[in-house]
């Protein structure tokens, strides 16, 4: 099946085993079985009890191979102990994240619910007899994250998702079901599915045309036929690029989303303190202000304007492309309707005290008022109705203050000037000070909210 999390394209050869408790279930058994004569003829567990906590301790548990290995060179690793043993997913964990993402909005487990959906049938077919409300409830959760990126049409991801998951539900006795509706968001799971959908089907239906997207990179030998190969919505999207060695790109943009709206290759402009030299295939900062001051500026413009770095995706894809991948596809089908989008990989790293970072805060001061925290690369989505909902002049006069910067303090060194808009993208276009990650930002749609990797600020061992 295709996947709506991207960490989990590329999970490993995994096999895994469903069972209840295990030695202790097998323990617990014996106890009660002792106990029995002397409670008085008090009744086993009902069905309520056991529907509500699926056993109290279920558990899936996951063979963990290497993923190059064929089915039968992983039930040799198996055999010779080769492989982890050691994951489990708990249903009353995962029941407890379910609960709170519907009720309160926290992070979706999204990837919990991938490693469900992905078993081979048979060991989700006695999932679904020993704890049908995880199965379904993940069935349901993974459905309303593809309705962005893949629509609502019969016999796509989203609705054949969901046919399974209530096929799945009816299969479960209806004693049972109830039983599990009042511990697990069953219905408000299928309520939030349904909603979502209509309100897609409806922004959709109200765009008279598809979207404009303009996608920026700041280019100098970089290879960008990563960027040629997206989804980008077709016909009135445009690709500029800034020229900042000279050289022009070498990809083929004949065939890709761009053949219609075009390709516009400039020269970035150097003019002062950081000026247009792209750092780590980035673009700078002055870069970044110029481009989006004109297009404040200009009576019309697109509807969405993207900043990315030029730099591609590892070999074999990575995480943070396939996110880049979803946003397009979402764009493309007109389903995406956001004001602002970090996309970004990495979180700006706490302050230092060095001299360089008393100019930032400096600057950071008279800018924003304070210390903004967000991701760290100027990588983004934009939506002209933000930039000109921004003050007048706004955007000139964030550039001024990479002109008078000196009067900060500030050396004038160009990597210091980009640092004072590293990781405060997000409150040059008016949003909070501290942005929340994407996994807990609730204005997001479901797919854009998966976990991000434990790793979070760039050259340092802290964690998000």
């Known amino acids: 099946r295709g996947v709506a999390v991207p960490s989990v394209q590329e999970s490993p050869t995994v096999m895994p085993i469903s069972r209840p408790s295990g030695v202790a279930a097998h323990r617990l058994v014996r106890i009660l079985a002792a106990l ?19 056993y109290f301790t279920y558990r899936v548990g996951y063979v963990i191979c290497d993923a190059g290995l064929s089915p039968e060179e992983a039930r040799a690793a198996m055999s010779e102990g080769k492989c982890n043993e050691d994951f489990r997913l708990m249903a009353s964990d995962f029941q407890r994240r379910v609960v709170r993402h519907y009720e309160f909005g926290e992070r979706p487990p999204l990837e919990e619910a991938m490693w469900l959906i992905s078993a081979p049938e048979n060991f989700q077919e006695r999932t679904l007899k020993e704890c049908s409300a995880m199965q379904v409830v993940a069935y349901i959760l993974v459905a309303e994250a593809k309705l962005h990126f893949q629509g609502s049409a019969q016999g796509e991801g989203p609705d054949e998702l969901l046919r399974l998951a209530l096929q799945q539900s009816q299969r479960t006795p209806p004693d049972v079901y109830a039983a599990l509706a009042r511990a697990w968001p069953l219905d408000i799971a299928l309520g939030r599915f349904l909603a979502v959908n209509n309100s897609i089907e409806r922004l959709v239906a109200s765009r008279a045309e598809p979207l404009a997207a303009e996608v920026v990179v700041c280019h100098c030998d970089e290879n960008l036929d990563w960027l040629a190969n997206m989804s980008w919505p077709s016909r009135r999207s445009f690709l500029t690029i800034y020229s900042v060695c000279g050289n022009s790109p070498s990809s083929d943009f004949a065939s890709s989303s761009f053949a219609d709206g075009g390709v516009h290759v400039l020269p970035a402009q150097s003019e002062g303190p950081g000026d247009g030299a792209a750092l780590l295939g980035r673009c700078s900062a002055r870069v970044v202000l110029q481009h989006i001051a004109t297009a404040a500026e200009a009576s019309g413009g697109p509807d969405v304007i993207i900043v990315l770095p030029a730099v591609g995706p590892k070999d074999g894809g990575d995480d943070h492309h396939r996110m880049l991948e979803l ?18 990989a990495h979180r700006t790293a706490p302050p230092t005290a060095s001299a360089s970072q008393a100019c930032v805060r400096a600057a950071r001061r008279s800018v924003f008022g304070g210390w903004p925290i967000g991701y760290h690369e100027p990588s983004f989505l934009v939506s002209r109705t933000r930039i000109l909902g921004m003050p007048p002049h706004h955007f000139r006069r964030m550039l001024s203050v990479l002109d008078d910067s000196t009067r900060l303090g500030c050396s004038g060194d160009g990597r210091e000037l980009q640092d004072i808009f590293d990781g405060a993208w997000h409150a040059v276009f008016g949003e909070e000070l501290v942005q929340p990650l994407r996994c807990d930002d609730t204005r997001l749609p479901l797919f854009l909210r998966a976990v991000d990797r434990p790793s979070g600020f760039p050259g340092t061992h802290l964690p998000q």
């Open 36 to 54: 029995l004569p002397r409670t008085l003829g008090r009744p086993l567990p009902d069905k309520n009890e056991l529907a509500n906590a699926c």
């Open 327 to 344: 946003v397009a596809r979402s764009l493309r089908l007109g389903s995406l309707e956001l004001q602002y989008l970090p996309l970004g």
